[in-house]
Structures are given as structure tokens and as C-alpha cells.
């Protein structure tokens, strides 16, 4: 590895240290603001798990990955985890006239609900990271390429951490006059700028509607537990969410990056029952928990995805966040046999690239 990749490595692994100790700082707002808005920011639902700010675990995190990357080894990829590109492509084109999902990698999910496209936390270039030369690389590359889509109807974004807000994604995206961008507040400018033709920034419980083929589109954007930064200086400046949606009488839930929580998901779960119809299938971030001290109130574990699911009401649970990047230190197939272990039938383990018809997410057991 060249000197100025270990530099590069050491830069960005190093920042995340030092931002993954911080604690966002700020007033509440008063009045009539929601308890999550504070004078300069955002916080966290109430009575969520908080963040651990040891710095020795931090630094012993940091060691950890930077002789990870100086290595330059890659973890053995879990067998049948990835669908070639000649059968994403014919699978895809398979399900191109019905509602269907697609996983292209990470949090990026592809889905298609009564005629409207909707892609979900975009990030098809090679790093996580705010640089090209460094930080968290694939190992897999993304299921379909963006050149294999379809025209995109809806972006949604979770909040603002790389890889879930990858700018140079959002550059690549053809047909932007087109496409309306949900996101959470604090985040419109990388879209207003960037020529999207509507962008929306939403707070939690929030609603958007669109026109679909047979009615409406509907999303919420619901609250998470989670934080927010780009750089040392915006810490938790943006807000951070969790969403459903549906139409055509289907529904999708993504939860972006969270921990879990007693009673907020199990609220979500009422609220989508009276305005999704439920929820089909949940998209559940289930990957970078360990080393758990560190990760604790920042991300669930396997165990806590199923809680998740489950007290939303989710009838399958597809795990993502797992194998695509290495971002943390657990083994890198042991989200997914950790959370199929705790869902049973309810868990729909998806290959990257796989497409799946609706009917086919809503089958009793793969």
C-alpha cells in the first residue's frame, strides 16, 4: 500500500474516531419546537440508548482498522451472497411491469410500488468515505449499475453519514430534473444544487404524497435513533430518520441507522398500520455493531433488528447493512446468521442484485 493511501486511511479512520467521541452540545429550541429540535441541531428521540464516548475503545477501534486496511486483506465473501451481473440484470428486467425490490448493496434498495421508482440511500462508488483515495472501500460491488435503472421517481436519503449520502452518487444520477428528493432537514442544498427537479426536507412524521398508477404514493419520514455529521463541524446539524411508505396497497419500511428503542418503533408500527396499511416487508440496518461498546446507541445489533421488526409488525425483514462495506469489526457474515437465527420465517435473506416481486416478499418461507 503507497504512503499516501496509509496517510489517507489513517486521516479518515482517525476522524471518525474523533467525531464517534463527540456529543452533540445545543439548547432545546423552546416554545412550541419538538423535543428532538435544539437551538443548533437535533437529538435523539426521548429515553434512547446513549452513546459511549471511552476514548481507549475508540483508539483500540481505530488500531483495529487502520491495520485492517494497511493489510489489505478482504473477508472470505459468504456463499450465495451475490447474484451475477448478467442474472441481476435478466431478474430486474423480469420485473419490470409489477412491484418488486431490488438490493444493489449497503442501504441501497431499488423499489417499485404501483409505478413509482423509488430509490432508497444511494451509493454506487467504490468508498464510504469523504475522500476517493481512503475510508471504508466495497467488497462487493453494487447489484446493478446506475446505467441499468430505470428512470428514478423518488431519492430518499436517512440522514448524512457517507454511506448513506454519497455525493458523488448523486452526481452520476441521470434525469435529476425529474426526481424528487426526500430528505431530512438540514440536507436540501446537496439536492437544490445538484438540480433536482423537487426536494423536500422533512421532519419526523412528516408526510409526502405522490401520484401513483392507481391512486397515491405516500411516505413518512419517522424518527430514528441515531446522529449526524459530514465533518468535525456539523455535528448532528442535520437530522437523521427512519421511513415507510406505500402504494397500490403495499408497504416498505426502511430504518436507516438506528438503535433500538422501548416505545418509539412500536409507535411507528401504529402509525403505519392507520396510514400504510401496515408493513409488508422492513428494510433492517442490522451491520457495524461491534466492537458494542463503541457502537451501542448508534447502531442495533442482529437481535435488535428482529425487536425492531417485530415491534413494528413487519410481516418479513429483509437484513441490509451488512456485507457490502466492512465498516466495523465483527465477522462479515455474522449479521446475517445472527438475525436469521432471531427472525425464524421471518427473515428474507436477499442476495445483492437479487430482484424479488412483491408476492414473492410476501411468501411464507424461502
Not at 273 to 280: L, M, V, W
Not at 289 to 304: F, L, Q, T, V
Request: net charge neutral; aromatic share 8%.
Amino acid at each position: 500500500m503507497k504512503m499516501s493511501t496509509i496517510l489517507g486511511v489513517l486521516m479518515v479512520a482517525g476522524l471518525g474516531v474523533l467525531l464517534s467521541a463527540c456529543t452533540g452540545t445545543g439548547k432545546p429550541r423552546g416554545g412550541d419546537a419538538p423535543y428532538h429540535h435544539l437551538e443548533n441541531g437535533f437529538r435523539n428521540p426521548p429515553n434512547s440508548i446513549k452513546r459511549k464516548t471511552d476514548l481507549s475503545i475508540r483508539l483500540s477501534f481505530f488500531y483495529e482498522v487502520v491495520t485492517r486496511s494497511i493489510s489489505g486483506k478482504k473477508p472470505p465473501i459468504p456463499t450465495n451472497h451475490i447474484v451475477s451481473a448478467e442474472d441481476a440484470k435478466a431478474q430486474f428486467a423480469a420485473h419490470a411491469q409489477g412491484d418488486s425490490i431490488s438490493w444493489i448493496g449497503h442501504a441501497t434498495f431499488l423499489v417499485r410500488l404501483d409505478g413509482v421508482t423509488v430509490l432508497t440511500d444511494p451509493v454506487f462508488t467504490r468508498r464510504a468515505s469523504p475522500v476517493s483515495f481512503a475510508g471504508p472501500e466495497r467488497i462487493i460491488k453494487p447489484g446493478l449499475k446506475i446505467e441499468d435503472l430505470p428512470p428514478i421517481d423518488v431519492v430518499v436519503i436517512s440522514h448524512a453519514h457517507y454511506d448513506h449520502l454519497d455525493t458523488r452518487t448523486l452526481d452520476m444520477l441521470p434525469g435529476r430534473k425529474n426526481i424528487t428528493a426526500i430528505v431530512p432537514l438540514g440536507l436540501g442544498s446537496y439536492f437544490t444544487k445538484r438540480g433536482f427537479g423537487t426536494v423536500h426536507e422533512v421532519d419526523w412524521y412528516d408526510d409526502i404524497t405522490l401520484p401513483s398508477d392507481s391512486g397515491e404514493f405516500r411516505l413518512t419520514a419517522y424518527p430514528a435513533v441515531h446522529w449526524s455529521n459530514r465533518s468535525p463541524f456539523d455535528l448532528n446539524r442535520s437530522l437523521w430518520m427512519s421511513y415507510g411508505f406505500s402504494a397500490g396497497g403495499r408497504s416498505v419500511y426502511h430504518t436507516g441507522d438506528t438503535e433500538v428503542h422501548d416505545t418509539v418503533f412500536a409507535d411507528i408500527g401504529t402509525h403505519m398500520a392507520e396510514n400504510h396499511g401496515g408493513c409488508d416487508v422492513g428494510l433492517m440496518s442490522i451491520g457495524a455493531y461491534s466492537p458494542r461498546p463503541m457502537m451501542i446507541g448508534a447502531h442495533m445489533d442482529p437481535e435488535g433488528g428482529v425487536k425492531i421488526g417485530r415491534d413494528l409488525g413487519c410481516k418479513r425483514m429483509v437484513p441490509m447493512h451488512w456485507g457490502t462495506f466492512v465498516l466495523s469489526l465483527e465477522p462479515f457474515d455474522e449479521p446475517r446468521d445472527r438475525f436469521v437465527k432471531a427472525a425464524g420465517n421471518q427473515a428474507l435473506v436477499m442476495k445483492i442484485g437479487e430482484t424479488l416481486g412483491m408476492q414473492e416478499v410476501a411468501a411464507a418461507n424461502r
